[in-house]
C-alpha cells in the first residue's frame, strides 16, 4: 500500500450497514467509494407499506447522492458488483475496476423461494421498491377485477389473499392489507361485496414472530385474529400455480395472490465471491466482522453470519445492520491507525412489531408493550429514522390524513 | 330504448374532458359507467413536472374511483375500448360489452412520431405516468453514467439533452431541465464539470409557443436563454439514432437524450371507429360536438375536431377539453328532456405557460404578463386545478420546499 496515499475504503451496498459504515468515516482521512445498484437508500421496515398501498416509494427511499451531499470524502458510484479480487484487492463492475484498500460487503438479502419455481414465478414479493410497486399493482388489480366479475367463485378467488410466512413481514402485511380492505377498498368499490374478501396467513410453526417473547406472540396473534385475518399454524405451502394454494395437507385455498415472506438468504453477489457461506447463503465472518483468510475485508448486515453470545446467529434485522455498520468504521479506523480490530457485540435494544392501525408489540427495557402504547412508540420510532427531515414531515402528514381519515393515499396501477 | 330505465350513459376515458362530463351529469338522473385503461386520472399538464423529477406520479394522479367517491349514480371500470358498434349501441373491451344509450368519446391523445420508427424506438415522449417515468430514469441515469466515464466526448454526449418541439411542453420541459441541472444536479454529482452540460431546443418554425400572441412569443424567448437553452429555431430534425441527432441540413449533435414533444394525434381506438378523421387523426364533430351519424354519441376533448368562429380547428388544450365536458353534459340532459341540443362555443380563458422558476407568460383578460407575477398566477392555477385537497397540500408543501431550498424532490431511478 502507498503510504502517501489515504487509505482507500470500498463500500458495497447502500443500506443500513453500508450508510453507517459510511457515515462512521465521515471526518476521517480515507476516501470513500460507496456502490450500489440503486440510486437510492431503501428504509426497508416500511416496505410492505408500500406494497399495501399506503405509502409511496419515494417516501422510503432518498437518492444516495443526496443522503451524502455533505460527506466531502465519499464518492458514489451506481453500479452492479460482478465479482471481488481479494488477493489484488480490487472490485469488478461493468465496465470498472475500483482498487480497495479496505473493502465492506453490506450487500444484503434476497427473497428466498427454496427451489420453488412455481412459487418464483407465481408468487408476490416485497424485497425492494420494484417488487413491492408489482404487488401493490397486482392487489389493486385484483379489486378491479372482481368488481365486474360475474362468476362468484372467480371472485371470491381474487379477493382471497394468501400471505406464507408469520415472521414480522408476514404479520405487518397481513395486518395492513386487511384494513387497507375493510377501511378503504370499501369506500372505493361501493358496489363490490367484500364480505367475500379474505386475508390468510399461513405459518409452518406453532406461532407467529416465533423469534419474540412469549407474551408478545400471544398478542400478537389476538391484535391480528381482531383485524379479521385467518391466521394459520401449523400450516405449510406446498404449491401455488397462480390459481390455487396447495397445503401440504393436501387441501386447496383458490386464489391469485400469494405474498411470500418465508424465507431470505444473502444477495446473489455473496455466492460468487468464493468465501464460506453458513446458513441463508450468509457468509462467515469473524467476531470482528472481518473474514478471515482477508483482514481488510469486511461483510455486515443481512450478508453477514455473526454468532451472538449464546452461539445463535444474529437475526436479519435493521438494528443488528446498523450496530454492525458503526462496528465496520470502527475497527477501519483502528486498523489505520494500526491497532487492532475489537470483535463486535450486539446490544438488543428491543422488539416492535406492528399489526395495524392502533396495534403493535413491542419490548423495551424488558417490558413487554401491546395494543395503542406500542404502536405510538411504533409511529414515531419509523419517522424519526426515516432519512431527510422533508420526507419525515410527508409522512407524518400522510399518515396522519390516513389516520382520520382511515384513508390510504396511494392506490395507482402503474405500468410495468 | 326502455323508457322505464333511466338512461346509460358510458364515458370513455377519464381525462379532462370525461371527467367534466361526468360531473356534469352528477345529480341527474342517468346511470354513468366511465371507462379508463388506467385506474387513475392524469393531471396532464404537469406530466412534465414528473420527467424532470420534480413532482411524483401520485402528485399529478389521483385514483378515479376517489375522485367519485361521492358520486351515486357513477360506476368506475378500469379496462381498454376495443371498439364501439354505433348502430347495435354498444361498447367493446376485452371480456365484456356495455351497451350505451348515450356514448361519450373523450379517449385523448398520444404522441405522433410521424412514421420516424427510428425516433419511436430511440426518443423519449412525455405523455402520461409511464412515459414520464422513463424519461426521468433515463435523465438521471445520464448523470450517473456521465459521472465514471472518463472518456470526454463521450460524457459530453451523455450530458447533451436535446428537446423537439418549441411549443407550449418543449418550452416548460427545457426550462426545467435547465433548472435541474444548474441548481439539482450541480448539489448532488460534486465531481461532474456541468459546464459540459447543454439543453437544446429544437424548433422547425420561426418561432416558440406560435399559437400564442408575439409579445408573449418574444417573453419567452428570453426567459428561456436566460436559463441557458441553447434555442434552435428554423430547425428541423432528420433522424435519431440514440447516439447521435442528424439535422435537415446534414450537421449533427452528438447526445443519448432525445425528447420529442412535436406532435401529437388522437389516442388509437380513434382509428378503429370507422368514422371521419381529420387533422392529427381527430374525429370531425358536428358543433354540438356529436357524431354527424350518430348523435347519441359524442366526441370531446384532444381527440375531437372541432372549428372555433376563424373556422380554425380548436388547439389540444386542457381548457378546451374542460368546456367541452360540459358541454357534452349539458347536451345529454337536454336531449334527455328531448329538448334539441347547443353548439359549443369555446370561451378563451388566457393563455400561461411557465419557463421555469419565477419565469413565466401568461395573457389573462387581454393583457399580456411574464416574469415572476405571471409564475406567481401559473403555480396557483395548478395547485389550485389539481383534484383532491390532500394533493394540493403537498405539492405546495413540496414546491415551497423546492423553490426555497433549490430542490427537486424525486431523484429516484426505478426499474422499469
Redesign the interface.
Known amino acids: 500500500m502507498n503510504t502517501n496515499k489515504i487509505p482507500h475504503v470500498v463500500i458495497i451496498g447502500a443500506g443500513f450497514a453500508g450508510l453507517e459504515t459510511a457515515r462512521g468515516l465521515a471526518k476521517y482521512p480515507v476516501r470513500i467509494t460507496l456502490i450500489d445498484k440503486?440510486?437510492?437508500h431503501l428504509f426497508q421496515p416500511l416496505l410492505y407499506q408500500v406494497a399495501i398501498a399506503g405509502l409511496?416509494?419515494?417516501q422510503i427511499?432518498q437518492?444516495v447522492?443526496?443522503i451524502f451531499?455533505k460527506q466531502k470524502n465519499l464518492?458514489f458510484?451506481?453500479?452492479e458488483v460482478i465479482s471481488v479480487d481479494f488477493a489484488e484487492k480490487f472490485v469488478k463492475l461493468k465496465g470498472?475496476v475500483i482498487a480497495y484498500d479496505y473493502l465492506v460487503i453490506s450487500a444484503g438479502a434476497r427473497t428466498n423461494f427454496f427451489g420453488f419455481d412455481a412459487l418464483e414465478r407465481h408468487g408476490l414479493q416485497i424485497k425492494d421498491?420494484?417488487t413491492a410497486?408489482q404487488t401493490r399493482n397486482h392487489l389493486?388489480s385484483m379489486f378491479?377485477q372482481a368488481?365486474?366479475e360475474a362468476d362468484e367463485a372467480k371472485r371470491k378467488a381474487m379477493l382471497t389473499f394468501v400471505i406464507v410466512g408469520g415472521g414480522p413481514t408476514g404479520v405487518e402485511t397481513a395486518g395492513a392489507l386487511s384494513e387497507l380492505i375493510n377501511h378503504v377498498m370499501r369506500?372505493?368499490?361501493?358496489?363490490l361485496n367484500l364480505s367475500d374478501a379474505q386475508v390468510i396467513l399461513l405459518e409452518a410453526g406453532p406461532s407467529l414472530i416465533n423469534a419474540y417473547p412469549e407474551e408478545l406472540r400471544e398478542s400478537t396473534f389476538g391484535l391480528l385474529k381482531k383485524k379479521k385475518v385467518d391466521i394459520r399454524l401449523n400450516t405449510k405451502m406446498a404449491d401455488f400455480n397462480g390459481q390455487r394454494v396447495t397445503l401440504e395437507d393436501g387441501t386447496f385455498i383458490e386464489t391469485r395472490t400469494l405474498i411470500w415472506t418465508a424465507g431470505a438468504k444473502a444477495a446473489e453477489i455473496i455466492d460468487s465471491l468464493g468465501v464460506e457461506q453458513a446458513g441463508m447463503g450468509r457468509v462467515r465472518v469473524a467476531p470482528s466482522l472481518q473474514l478471515a483468510q482477508f483482514p481488510d475485508a469486511f461483510v455486515i448486515g443481512d450478508a453477514a453470519f455473526v454468532v451472538n453470545g449464546n452461539g445463535q446467529p444474529l437475526p436479519m434485522l435493521s438494528t443488528v445492520a446498523i450496530q454492525q455498520g458503526k462496528a465496520a468504521a470502527k475497527n477501519i479506523r483502528r486498523m489505520v491507525e494500526g491497532k487492532q480490530p475489537l470483535p463486535f457485540h450486539y446490544k438488543d435494544p428491543g422488539l416492535l412489531a406492528t399489526v395495524g392501525r392502533n396495534a403493535a408489540v413491542a419490548r423495551i427495557f424488558g417490558i413487554s408493550f401491546s395494543g395503542f402504547i406500542a404502536w405510538v412508540i411504533w409511529v414515531f420510532l419509523h419517522i424519526y429514522r426515516i432519512i431527510g427531515f422533508?420526507n419525515r414531515?410527508?409522512v407524518m402528514?400522510?399518515w396522519a390524513?390516513d389516520y382520520f381519515f382511515y384513508d390510504n393515499?396511494?392506490?395507482?396501477?402503474?405500468?410495468?
Request: charged share 25%; net charge positive; aromatic share 8%.
Open positions: 440503486n440510486n437510492h409511496l416509494p419515494s427511499a437518492p447522492r443526496t451531499r464518492a458510484q451506481m453500479g470498472s421498491i420494484e410497486v389493486l378491479e368488481s365486474h369506500k372505493d368499490f361501493p358496489r422533508r414531515i410527508i402528514f400522510n390524513w393515499q396511494v392506490r395507482l396501477i402503474t405500468k410495468e
